[in-house]
Each structure stands twice: as C-alpha cells, then as structure tokens.
C-alpha cells in the first residue's frame, strides 16, 4: 500500500504495468546493449516488446505466492534515495 501510494503521488497511475515492462525489458538484455544493434521499430515500441516479453516470462516462471508480510521494499525518487545514502555515508 505504500509503494501505491507514493507512486499515485509520483503521478504514475498504471504503476503494474511500469514494473511488468521493466522485468520484461530485462529479460530480454543482461546488459543494456548497445543502440546500434537496436532496430528502430524496437526503439518506436519498446513498450509493446517489453509487455510481450513481461508476458511470457510471467507465464513461464513458477513463483510461491507471497503475503504482503514476506515482501516488503522501500521505494524512492531518485532524489529521495540520494539523500538517504548521504545521510548514511555522514553516519
């Protein structure tokens, strides 16, 4: 419920799919490649690439179910999370 709600703050709406694309975008690539080898219809639709992708990773994976108790993150901005690690690297 938290994560939600910082992201509605954040002004994102269809925060499941934002997370669905970037597991898709990274099962395609270990490493960011280079865009030169990037086709530019993938660059127009990454999106409909990464949903695909997202798609059939989901439905080829086999995962426990977790309660809310066993999986907790924290979310930041990018700013937020800079703050934090210089308040801990001051110590």
């Known amino acids: 419920p ?3 709600a910082k992201l509605r703050n ?8 934002i997370f669905g ?13 280079p865009r030169q080898i990037l086709a530019s219809d993938y660059l127009r639709y ?3 690439f990464a949903d695909y992708a997202y798609a059939c990773w989901k439905d080829g994976v086999k995962f426990p179910l977790l309660s809310p108790e066993e999986f907790t993150f ?7 999370y800079s703050q ?7 110590g």
């Not at 924290?74 to 937020?80: K, N, T």
Request: proline fraction near 2%; aromatic fraction near 18%.
């Open 2 to 4: 938290e994560v939600r």
């Open 10 to 17: 954040w002004g994102v709406s269809d925060y499941a799919r």
């Open 21 to 33: 694309r970037a597991i898709g975008i990274q099962a395609q690539f270990l490493e960011v490649p």
């Open 46 to 48: 990454y999106y409909r």
């Open 74 to 80: 924290e979310l930041y901005a990018s700013g937020e």
């Open 84 to 90: 934090l690690l210089e308040r801990q690297w001051q």
